[in-house]
Structures are given as structure tokens and as C-alpha cells.
């Protein structure tokens, strides 16, 4: 089992170009999120998913979109990137999100914005 | 606000104890997390405290104490293998994790 891996690893864009990460998981998990990582900064949540077909936004859901067609994908796209949105992104997922549910992290993927 | 705070940065030598702090103020509480990220690498999951009192894994273990908002987590016989960022997260009333900044543990021989 590959658990939670994210495409890509690296990526490097100019202002206003877009993209979209995707990210996969085989463990069945019905709970799905996308973090970003800056350094000094807590991991903080962008938008995250309950199920199949169903989005909500987090913390800094700004300058981002995302869609879950599938209970095993999970995307997150940028429609014009800024130099603001440079950080390392981690997917991350958990059965049910509940009290005590341990989420499990892809291996993350490196952004920066020109 | 919801805060979580850590030390930025702790060193220890090799074989030593380490014992790292985690004060928190958030909107209700669903249970406090430790997890180890070692550099360039995703998070992994180390421990989950809800109730007051110690819980003890292998040469971890986390406190929690509700009342103070505060939690520890102590590593024993520390290897070199050791050295990586510690973060804290809670559970709000929203079951969505508040994360700290991390703590960077140096390992020294």
C-alpha cells in the first residue's frame, strides 16, 4: 500500500500562472485535507474534505480551490499563483475525523512562486 | 484567538532526556497531538492525550494537564536518530487541529 502520496514533489511557477496539486490515498480514509507549511508557522489548513463530493474551507482557503470527484483524490488548485502562496503543501488524511484520529501526511510538495 | 506555543529550538545530548513544553489556549478542547517531522519529510503521528495524566510509548511519553493547557513530551535515551522538529497540535470544539510551530530538537553526540 502507497498510503498518501502527493504530484508533484517540486514545482516552480512564475506569477499568475496556475496549477493543481493532486493528491491520492488507498487506505479508504472518508476525511481529506490540504496544508501549507511556512517556516515559524504552525501547519495551517487550507480546505478540507468529509467525503466524497463534499468541500469546506479552512484557515487560509484564499487564492485556492480544490475538488474531491473521487473518495481517493483530493485537489488542490491554484488559478493564479503569488509569490505568497510559495511553501511546502502536505495532503493529509484520517478515517473520520474525530477525537483521536491520527492523520496520516503524503510526502508533501515544494512550491515556490516567482 | 487560538494559540499554541513552543520553543523554537532545544539541543540534547546523545543518551539524555529531553523534555518538550506545549502551552495552548484554543476554542474547546477534543484532545492534544504529538508528532515528529524530520527535516524535508511529512509528519508522523506520535501521541494522543484527551484525559489528564502521563501516557507512555517506548522512549516517549506526553503529559497533559487540561487545567494549565499544558503538555509535555519527554524522550528518554536519546539516539542521534532523534533529531527533527516536535509539533504540537489540538483538537478545537470544531475537531480541527491547531498546530504549534514545531520544536527543533539538535541531537549532540
Known amino acids: 500500500n502507497a498510503g498518501v502520496t502527493q504530484t508533484p514533489k517540486f514545482r516552480v511557477l512564475k506569477t499568475g500562472q496556475s496549477m493543481t496539486l493532486l493528491c491520492a490515498q488507498d487506505?479508504?480514509?472518508?476525511?481529506m485535507y490540504w496544508y501549507r507549511q511556512d517556516p515559524g508557522m504552525g501547519l495551517r489548513l487550507i480546505h478540507y474534505?468529509?467525503?466524497?463530493?463534499?468541500?469546506a474551507k479552512g484557515e487560509v482557503p484564499d487564492g485556492y480551490n480544490v475538488s474531491r470527484l473521487k473518495k481517493q483524490n483530493f485537489l488542490l488548485g491554484l488559478e493564479s499563483a503569488a509569490p505568497s502562496q510559495t511553501s511546502v503543501y502536505f495532503c493529509?488524511?484520517?478515517?473520520?475525523?474525530?477525537?483521536?484520529?491520527?492523520?496520516?501526511f503524503g510526502p508533501g510538495t515544494r512550491l515556490t512562486v516567482l | 484567538g487560538q494559540n499554541i506555543d513552543q520553543p523554537t529550538e532545544m539541543t540534547a545530548t546523545e543518551g539524555a532526556i529531553v523534555q518538550i513544553n506545549c502551552t495552548y489556549q484554543?476554542?474547546?478542547?477534543?484532545?492534544l497531538f504529538w508528532y515528529q517531522q524530520h527535516a524535508g519529510e511529512a509528519p508522523t503521528f506520535l501521541s494522543y492525550?484527551?484525559l489528564d495524566g502521563l501516557e507512555e510509548k517506548g522512549r516517549f511519553s506526553s503529559f497533559l494537564s487540561r487545567s494549565k493547557g499544558y503538555s509535555y513530551l519527554l524522550l528518554k535515551e536519546l539516539q542521534m536518530k532523534d533529531s527533527a522538529s516536535y509539533l504540537c497540535?489540538?483538537?478545537?470544539?470544531?475537531?480541527?487541529?491547531?498546530w504549534g510551530a514545531g520544536t527543533k530538537l539538535i541531537i549532540k553526540p
Open positions: 493529509a488524511t484520517d478515517s473520520s475525523g474525530g477525537a483521536g484520529d491520527e492523520q496520516f
Open positions: 474534505s468529509v467525503g466524497e463530493g463534499t468541500t
Open positions: 497540535a489540538v483538537m478545537d470544539s470544531n475537531y480541527q487541529l491547531i
Open positions: 487506505m479508504n480514509h472518508e476525511y
Open positions: 484554543t476554542s474547546g478542547f477534543n484532545g
Open positions: 492525550n484527551v
